[in-house]
């Protein structure tokens, strides 16, 4: 059964700072690999997501995917305050569901 | 666009009770999903549709869970003989189509007591 694990638990960084949040999933089969950011008290929403080895920026965020390694990372520039949230990772083989870490805390202080 | 919509937003049941928890999904969105959220557990899957159809429901503890989409505009999960480990946030979650990004409702909060 797939198994997706996030590092670390929680995170606090100074603001403008560079943020890294990891994840390694269990499947090699896996095709699908996205980021969610949750504040507190409100519903997931999706940040960015990829399908193929390599990289994808979007504005100050990018995720970086390596299959061969069963890990995949969002990076974080210039982190703000307003960045502070639980940030979970999901991983989906062809045809199911989303599974998803437990999730990274991260705290952006100014 | 009203996002996925979830009823109530709060419940509170007595130990033993039932529980019946609601969901609409955007319109046009073809696959309908619920998870649960604890601090301890995460987001667990529960059970997923497809065009209604149920695909998958190995997340549900199937003696009380049960879930229903009778039409494409709303979806239930009935919880029987709520127990206090059933406590957490349960949320729906819509996609247009099931390899695509997930539009998660506000969730309801289920306190069993």
């Known amino acids: 059964q797939q198994k997706v694990q996030q590092s670390p638990e929680s995170l606090i960084v100074p603001e403008g700072a560079m943020t890294s949040l990891n994840c390694t999933f269990s499947?090699?089969?896996?095709?699908?690999f996205a980021w969610y950011r949750q504040h507190s008290g409100k519903a997931p929403k999706a940040l960015m997501s990829i399908f193929s080895n390599g990289e994808k920026e979007e504005g100050r965020f990018t995720i970086h995917l390596n299959k061969a390694s069963l890990h995949f990372s969002l990076h974080i520039r210039d982190s703000q305050p307003s960045d502070s949230a639980l940030y979970l990772c999901?991983?989906?083989?062809?045809?199911?569901?989303?599974?998803f870490g437990t999730g990274t805390k991260l705290q952006v202080v100014p | 666009n009203a996002g996925v919509i979830q009823t109530p937003r709060h419940k509170v049941t007595g130990k033993g009770q039932e529980a019946t928890l609601w969901c609409e999904p955007i319109s046009g969105h073809s696959a309908v999903f619920w998870y649960r959220q604890t601090i301890v557990q995460g987001l667990e899957f529960l059970t997923y549709?497809?065009?209604?159809?149920?695909?998958?429901d190995s997340g549900m503890p199937k003696e009380r869970f049960s879930a229903q989409m009778p039409n494409q505009s709303h979806s239930t999960l009935k919880i029987q003989s709520t127990q206090p480990q059933d406590s957490a946030v349960y949320l729906c979650?819509?996609?247009?189509?099931?390899?695509?990004?997930?539009?998660f409702g506000k969730g309801t909060r289920l306190t069993v007591v």
């Open positions: 549709f497809r065009n209604q159809a149920p695909i998958d």
């Open positions: 499947d090699s089969a896996s095709q699908y």
């Open positions: 999901a991983v989906k083989n062809s045809g199911t569901y989303q599974r």
């Open positions: 979650a819509s996609s247009l189509q099931a390899h695509t990004e997930v539009f």
